[in-house]
């Protein structure tokens, strides 16, 4: 792994994906910021610190957009160290509902947040994986948590079942790429977090995206004795967690 990674980053305009960004960028490492949204704020922060960024429209639902994604990451760059399958729709706190259950939820919000949350992270994957392989190396990083019914109660449905799929998907990932010497885990940030779009009482009772530290990028320097594990953040530490992705 060279010392200046490539990291490739989803989700990167706002919330966690944007802390996770300026992780990076204190390492020097440079990176390709993608998003469905504007990401001239986050550029912008990331330019200031002196660090190569390159930002890249992408809708991770449709593989075409994500293909073109990648392209552009490695006509920049010429690698991808690290991705961070971090895009995702997020559901509702637990005391104020956003959600319809299940017997009111239409299919289209339904299909909307599958695509995006997993979906999305198996295109990523299977697009940056070539490349990867090709390297001989590379870290692949997905999002997990919020998968309890009876903490996450009613309306939760669809956010949860795809964050449970991440994880199987990350398990049959690491498997199958453990020969390339690609580690690939998921990562719990150990609670919910308020992100910059949530309202303002969410703000003041949660903490902020800063809640995750430095675990992404202890994520990415891990070895291949860690590929296939569920990690969870506590502050600048990874613990694994006992819901094992793989067997040993």
């Given at each position: 792994m060279p010392e200046q990674q490539v990291v490739l980053i989803t989700g990167a305009a706002q919330g966690i994906g944007r802390h996770i960004a300026r992780t990076f960028a204190m390492q020097g490492d440079r990176l390709a910021l993608a998003d469905i949204n504007s990401l001239d704020l986050v550029a912008?922060?990331?330019?200031?610190?002196?660090?190569?960024?390159?930002?890249?429209h992408v809708d991770v639902r449709q593989e075409s957009s994500v293909k073109d994604m990648v392209d552009a990451a490695i006509a920049r760059y010429g690698?991808?160290?690290?991705?961070?399958?971090?895009?995702?729709?997020?559901?509702?706190?637990?005391?104020?509902?956003?959600?319809?259950?299940?017997?009111?939820?239409?299919?289209?919000?339904?299909?909307?947040?599958?695509?995006?949350?997993?979906?999305?992270?198996?295109?990523?994957?299977?697009?940056?994986l070539p490349h990867m392989e090709r390297q001989g190396s590379g870290h692949i990083i997905g999002l997990y948590g919020g998968t309890d019914p009876e903490q996450m109660g009613v309306g939760a449905s669809p956010y949860g079942v795809s964050k449970e799929a991440i994880r199987k998907f990350t398990g049959?990932?690491?498997?199958?790429?453990?020969?390339?010497?690609?580690?690939v885990v998921?990562?719990?940030?150990?609670?919910?977090?308020?992100?910059?779009?949530?309202?303002?009482?969410?703000?003041?009772?949660?903490?902020?995206?800063?809640?995750?530290?430095?675990?992404?990028?202890?994520?990415?320097?891990?070895g291949m004795e860690d590929t296939g594990k569920l990690l969870q953040l506590d502050g600048d530490h990874l613990k694994e967690l006992p819901q094992a992705l793989i067997r040993a």
């Open positions: 912008s922060e990331m330019g200031e610190l002196g660090v190569d960024v390159e930002p890249i690698r991808i160290d690290t991705l961070v399958n971090n895009a995702g729709i997020v559901t509702h706190f637990s005391w104020a509902p956003r959600w319809p259950r299940v017997a009111d939820l239409d299919l289209s919000f339904w299909n909307n947040v599958m695509e995006t949350n997993l979906t999305g992270t198996f295109l990523c994957t299977k697009h940056v049959f990932v690491a498997v199958e790429e453990r020969e390339h010497n690609i580690c998921a990562i719990s940030p150990g609670g919910a977090i308020a992100t910059e779009e949530a309202p303002e009482d969410v703000r003041q009772r949660l903490p902020g995206p800063d809640h995750v530290g430095n675990g992404f990028v202890l994520a990415s320097r891990l």
